[in-house]
DNA sequence: TTTAAAATATGATATTTGTCATAGTTTAAG
DNA sequence: CTTAAACTATGACAAATATCATATTTTAAA
């Protein structure tokens, strides 16, 4: 049985802040579960009644638009928490998550979690903190779509998703997306992502193989206007 | 001398979370500042070391893009605070925020705030509702930036603008904003704008007189494609 | 392994949006 | 009230992106 208080994950995340009491409670009432690649986690719409702490794989965070079209809004990986917003604006969620690989993620009850940003005020002030920093990202995310070019924006996914999330040995980006995926994070259309993909490799900025990406010259990928 | 007790535009924002005491000693502390419009408050990397609690007035937050055009992330009214994300994650800055008409602000220095949201829950909890709201926000901008044209992004604005800040006597748009403004809510040229303006008035979907836009026709707009 | 389904690739073309040029209008300073 | 500066307006054209069609490759199921 799992246990909270030597769980490394922790260390990456909000539930750092906890008490030794607090995570002792915690660790008794969590749940732990599997997914697998593709899996549902919640959908757009439901009380998700609970935190997701995430310790093993990665998932996406996605919002339909009115044209029926999912957008990417961000990618959760291990360490992350997920679900604090709803749970703090006690409304039900506006995104849906779905794993992106087999995962492995403890659910907290919303009303333990509650009890400890009631109570202890440096766990809520480092949730506070969290969510300060997930609304500059949000900024930038913004400032991005609406003034760069799609060229631009697929480029800065790429980096962006190397820098976070790292690559294989092969040097390969770890996390793997069709092309509709990227379309999705990038706001365009799948042909789209194709075409400049097509592109990249013929400037030797990436290469290939299957859905794996490797980028080659970072630099000139920054440089990309 | 005002007096944040007594004051009615704390009922809007998170300040309402206070005790009495609180109040008493946030008063003291509090400097009241009388802004132009067109006016500078804070600009992007500066540390801004405090929150505003705005008393009258409009102002919008931008942050420079890359490609040197001005975002216009928010808008910020009578009623909100100004500056609690920089506050919280300690860092300087990251928006600009410029008066779009003649401003009555409070300035609240940091420590002060920040010994509230330490000491008493209630606030930083609903500090933290706060955040969580504009973060959902956010995720709804950029849907719509990535997945809508600029038509749409543009009919959206002017809603946003209607249901949020309401009409004069005369049923003009209250919050007054150059084409300029506009294209840096909607991220497009200026030029796209005033074009676009142009269309929705030969459709009869809202008339000008000079800078000043009323809506003629709400569903329609709602319609645009 | 075979085969159907899904994903990727690419061409042709339409649509949207950006850019540059220039003219007219409004606003605010003197 | 006058006038320069700022803003709004519109045309012509270029560039970026979307859409539709179709071929090829990859993936996963039988």
Redesign the pocket.
């Known amino acids: 049985m799992s246990n909270c208080e030597q769980c490394i994950v922790r260390q990456f995340n909000s539930l750092k802040s906890l008490t030794k009491d607090e995570l002792i409670r915690i660790s008794g009432c969590k749940t732990s579960k599997t997914i697998k690649k593709g899996q549902l986690i919640f959908d757009e719409g439901e009380n998700v009644n609970g935190v997701y702490c995430i310790r093993e794989g990665i998932c996406k965070l996605t919002k339909l638009s009115a044209n029926g079209r999912d957008q990417i809004v961000k990618l959760v990986v291990k360490g992350d928490l997920m679900g604090q917003r709803s749970l703090v604006s006690e409304e039900v969620t506006n995104l849906s998550a779905t794993a992106l690989s087999e995962m492995e993620v403890c659910f907290i009850p919303k009303h333990e979690i509650m009890k400890d940003l009631q109570g202890n005020s440096n766990f809520s002030l480092d949730v506070l903190q969290h969510m300060a920093k997930d609304l500059r990202e949000a900024d930038n995310v913004i400032v991005n779509m609406a003034q760069k070019?799609?060229?631009q924006r697929l480029a800065e996914a790429l980096l962006y998703i190397h820098r976070t999330f790292g690559t294989t040995d092969e040097g390969m980006l770890r996390v793997i997306l069709?092309?509709?995926d990227y379309a999705n994070i990038v706001g365009?259309?799948?042909?789209?992502i194709?075409?400049i993909?097509?592109q990249f490799k013929k400037d030797d900025l990436i290469t290939?193989k299957?859905?794996q990406i490797k980028i080659e010259d970072l630099e000139a990928l920054g440089r990309i206007e």
């Open positions: 070019s799609v060229r069709s092309r509709e365009t259309a799948t042909e789209s194709i075409r993909l097509s290939t299957g859905k």
